[in-house]
């Protein structure tokens, strides 16, 4: 039902945007998405078999077991869909590193949920869901700030702004550091502590302490600090203040 309903969604966004015809390059099984919006069609991505692996150089790289994809994201909408070579999507042997710092999309309704658990009440309930969703979609995928904002829509856009800023932060080379056991430990901890999805968490930043890492993790809009040793042992994880 979840899955019809985004669907649904994705496709009735396309009616009347006047969004060119998808390019050659597009794969047929992805054309009808060029020119959805960001959220229904990355959602609808996923349910095709797709996972987002890595964001960088302005696109964000799919991969579905076979094929990798391009994705670039303008006003909120899915502008093109390129096939691209595995290798970016750091598969096949062709760019180990592309993979590195890859990131998996947490998403709005976990981001909600989130959000409402840290402040303790519903902020108004219905009302206020739909405009942090609003708000949070537009931080999220580049839309231009409404003006005539609400109190959810700022709270969900400033959220939206600072998922984007984690995802880039998780492919630069200063988020590569560290051991990959203290990494994938810290990984499974800072989901654990944000009540996540296993694989929402990526590492943001590291700096070495005394033979262990100290790793910032981001999981959606949230982050925390983990510390790990080389085995990849967790010892602590706190909040990020």
Same mark, same amino acid.
Request: include cysteine.
């Given at each position: ?5 985004? %669907? @649904?969604?994705? /496709?009735?966004?396309?009616? &009347?945007?006047?969004? +060119?015809? =998808?390019?050659? *390059? ?71 590193? %592309? @993979?590195?710092? /890859?990131?998996?999309?947490? &998403?709005?309704?976990? +981001?909600? =949920?989130?959000? *409402? ?72 901890? @800072? ?51």
């Amino acid at each position: 039902m979840m899955r019809r309903t985004i %669907a @649904a969604l994705a /496709a009735a966004s396309m009616i &009347g945007t006047g969004m +060119a015809p =998808a390019y050659a *390059k597009t794969p047929g099984s992805l054309s009808d998405l060029v020119g959805a919006r960001a959220p229904g069609a990355e959602s609808e991505m996923q349910s095709r078999g797709y996972k987002m692996e890595t964001f960088k150089n302005g696109g964000q790289y799919w991969w579905n077991g076979d094929t990798c994809v391009r994705v670039v994201v303008s006003q909120g909408r899915y502008a093109s869909i390129d096939k691209a070579d595995a290798g970016d999507c750091g598969k096949g042997g062709g760019n180990a590193a %592309a @993979a590195v710092g /890859a990131v998996a999309v947490v &998403g709005l309704i976990a +981001a909600l =949920a989130s959000h *409402k658990k840290k402040h303790g009440d519903d902020h108004g309930g219905a009302d206020h869901d739909s405009e942090y969703s609003r708000g949070y979609n537009d931080g999220l995928y580049g839309g231009q700030y409404d003006r005539h904002d609400s109190e959810g829509y700022h709270n969900g856009y400033m959220a939206g702004e600072t998922e984007a800023a984690n995802r880039r932060m998780a492919n630069r080379p200063y988020a590569r550091g560290g051991t990959d056991g203290g990494r994938t430990a810290c990984a499974r901890r @800072a989901d654990e502590f944000q009540n996540a999805p296993w694989g929402s968490s990526v590492v943001v930043s590291q700096r070495e302490q005394r033979g262990s890492h100290v790793y910032t993790m981001a999981t959606g809009s949230y982050r925390s600090v983990c510390t790990a040793d080389a085995s990849g042992r967790v010892i602590d994880i706190q909040p990020y203040y």
